[in-house]
């Protein structure tokens, strides 16, 4: 079975730049979930999506981040214009359910913004 | 106070030790518990989920404390393999999973 795909797995970028990273959650998996994870943190929750509505999205800086998941399938995440504190890993996850199930996590993008 | 507190260690062990890691949460609702490992540069993966009766997979042990609100792992006869970060992760309001910011093992031969 495949599992979560994120790209790019790396991506450097100047701060007020923009930047997307894609997802491809498990087959079938009604639920997608973006973390992000500074160094030395655990993965703090961004935005939850069952399908394609939004579930919680209130950690996400709606400011200059956004996402969207298009035929609740694959997902984008955008920043824009990004901020030196927006360095982290951005990783993506799905599951078949809510909380009680097991979330597979994808290898994550590591971004960098100088 | 934050949601899942975990003690960040590093905790350095030699092979073959037994050790225990502590996580507390703050939310009384929570219903749903485990412990997620994650490698250095490696997205997390379940390790097991922690059950109200306690549970055992193998070297490892979960155990969880309703009344004082804090979860427990145990690993005996630790492997070199086992050298890791090791998440707490609580349900929050919501369904939300909060991950604690996670206790690093590292085991010595």
């Known amino acids: ?114 | 106070r934050k949601e899942v507190e975990q003690d960040p260690g590093p905790f350095n062990v030699p092979e073959g030790a037994t050790v225990a890691f502590n996580c507390t949460y703050s939310n009384s609702a929570s219903q749903s518990f485990f412990w997620y490992r994650q490698d250095c540069r490696k997205e997390p993966k379940l390790l097991m989920s922690v059950y109200s009766s306690g549970n055992e997979d193998g070297r490892f042990t979960a155990q969880l404390n309703r009344a004082s609100q804090y979860i427990s792992l145990l690993i005996r006869d630790s492997k070199l393999s086992d050298s890791a970060t090791y998440l707490c992760v609580v349900n929050s309001y919501g369904n939300k999973l909060v991950f604690g910011a996670g206790t690093i093992l590292r085991v010595k031969s």
């Not at chain 1, 200059?64 to 399938?73: D, H, N, P, T």
């Not at chain 1, 920043?79 to 809510?98: H, R, T």
């Open chain 1, 1 to 114: 079975e495949a599992g979560v795909a994120q790209s790019p797995r790396y991506k450097i970028i100047e701060k007020r730049q923009s930047v997307a990273f894609w997802c491809n959650p498990i087959s079938g998996h009604a639920t997608l979930y973006w973390y992000q994870q500074i160094l030395g943190q655990g993965p703090k929750l961004l935005i939850q999506f069952q399908n394609n509505g939004v579930v919680d999205d209130s950690q996400l800086p709606k400011d200059r981040f956004s996402a969207e998941r298009l035929k609740g399938v694959d997902s984008t995440l955008k920043i824009q214009p990004a901020k030196l504190e927006d360095s982290a890993v951005y990783l993506c996850a799905s599951s078949p359910g809510f909380s009680l199930y097991e979330q597979y996590f994808g290898p994550g993008t590591r971004l960098t913004v100088t």
